[in-house]
């Protein structure tokens, strides 16, 4: 006889399985490739989600590839820059039925500000996203701001070890935080960012990670708990020390203090106890109609102070007492130019500023002239002392201190020639040649002066 075994009552009427066996991964996720679906979708189904303005230059030049990408799923995308909204839709040829939440979570991503080539690593069958907000764990804005660049980390180490340690990719921008990988990284970095924005640092959760990586290689271990290998972290709330106050002792008095007068015996001082109740009411409400008007005139003085006009200081005034100011004795540096020269300095200024340019010119001829008879007979011709003016060259007098320059040097050469002739005649041939040349020089001086004032007149 076969005994009867006594059956759990939850486990009546389960019966066995023979093509379950223990080989099976029940969590394994089956790759689905197209032909799997028998027939297309009945009814067509669609995403949109708004992006912001910023990214519309990016979306731009990225959505080519954003409707290639998504048509080898059999998905449509839609790109509406004046509405600022992206589209997907399921169409006849899509073969995958959860493609379009995958799009979905695309184009989030895309408006979170990832980039195209992450975005579109949410399309594989292991990976999936995750849009933590943060923006409402913290109200203070400095506080939000800091715990927000703590997750961040100097140049973004952080961020970078937490990418390492979880194998997920991670973008913070404004106040969400976009984290893009597989299940249980997706997991732990939802943790992290809540326990940042939560006050706790992101480098405690580091370590707990670090740890576990190294534990997850140890084979014996892995049907044990870890927690004794887990760093323990307390809490530790440090105050900060008040500065103390100096209490200031009062000389010892034997005597009590005088009894400060009551508020009855106050409204006796003033007349305000025989008052009736209606009195009273009438003078409150003009004490606190003279405060107003106080304040007002107050607030009215502090609103136009803006428009008052600033003192402005005399600079002409300024610069004349600072001039002054410097020690210089202007009459004695006057009589100082007057002795040196013999004019007034003022006399010397006026004859500098108005030169006559055809005095100028007779001048240097006269000289020329002189040196010129010096040069044919041995006699020295006496020089007036003449006061001569240094004068600034004008463009219209250029032209005519050229010709003047050329015709000197003409002479010169004229002179060296009758010298050199004058040597090898006798003497009384020489002093005839000599004395015809001089006349002809002179004459040819004369001309030339006389060109060069004609040539003036007519500039003129």
Request: glycine residues 4%; charged residues 35%.
């Amino acid at each position: 006889m076969t005994e009867n075994k006594p059956i759990n009552k939850n486990k009546k009427y389960r019966k066995d399985k023979p093509w379950d066996t223990d080989d099976i991964d029940h969590w394994k996720v089956e790759e689905f490739k197209p032909g799997d679906m028998q027939s297309h979708l009945l009814e067509e189904s669609s995403f949109a989600t708004l992006f912001p303005k910023y990214r519309e230059k990016y979306l731009k030049e990225v959505w080519p590839n954003v409707v290639s990408c998504l048509k080898e799923h059999g998905v449509h995308a839609l790109l509406d820059l004046i509405e600022g909204s992206m589209t997907v839709k399921t169409t006849r040829k899509t073969w995958d039925p959860y493609a379009i939440i995958k799009a979905r979570d695309m184009i989030k991503l895309l408006a979170r500000s990832v980039p195209f080539e992450q975005a579109k690593r949410v399309l594989g069958d292991e990976m999936t996203c995750d849009i933590i907000k943060i923006g409402n764990i913290t109200r203070n804005k400095e506080r939000f701001v800091k715990r927000r660049q703590r997750l961040i980390g100097p140049n973004g180490n952080t961020l970078k070890a937490l990418e390492l340690l979880t194998e997920c990719y991670i973008k913070v921008q404004g106040s969400t935080v976009s984290a893009l990988g597989p299940y249980t990284g997706i997991k732990q970095i939802r943790k992290i960012v809540i326990d940042t924005m939560n006050n706790i640092h992101p480098i405690y959760n580091i370590k707990i990670l670090m740890t576990k990586r190294e534990l997850m290689k140890d084979e014996s271990l892995k049907n044990e708990s870890w927690d004794r290998f887990l760093p323990q972290f307390k809490k530790k709330n440090v105050q900060t020390k008040k500065p103390k106050k100096k209490v200031v002792k009062k000389k010892y008095t034997p005597f009590p203090p005088p009894q400060q007068p009551s508020k009855v015996d106050l409204q006796l001082e003033s007349g305000e106890y025989f008052l009736k109740e209606r009195e009273k009411k009438e003078k409150k409400d003009d004490d606190k109609r003279q405060k107003q008007i106080e304040k007002l005139t107050e607030k009215k003085r502090k609103r136009e102070e803006v428009f008052v006009a600033p003192e402005e200081s005399d600079i002409r005034g300024d610069n004349a007492e600072e001039g002054n100011s410097g020690g210089v004795d202007i009459d004695a540096l006057k009589l100082k130019l007057k002795n040196k020269t013999g004019k007034c300095p003022v006399d010397t200024l006026s004859s500098s500023v108005t030169p006559q340019i055809s005095k100028k010119k007779s001048k240097t001829a006269t000289t020329s002239e002189n040196n010129l008879l010096e040069s044919s007979s041995g006699v020295k011709v006496k020089k007036k002392k003449t006061s001569t003016v240094m004068m600034e060259p004008n463009d219209d007098d250029h032209g005519e201190a050229s010709n003047v320059v050329t015709a000197k040097k003409k002479k010169k050469r004229k002179v060296r020639e009758i010298e050199d002739s004058a040597e090898k005649l006798p003497a009384n041939e020489s002093n005839q040649l000599s004395s015809n040349n001089n006349n002809s020089l002179v004459s040819d001086l004369e001309d030339q002066t006389s060109k060069a004032k004609k040539k003036k007149k007519k500039i003129k």
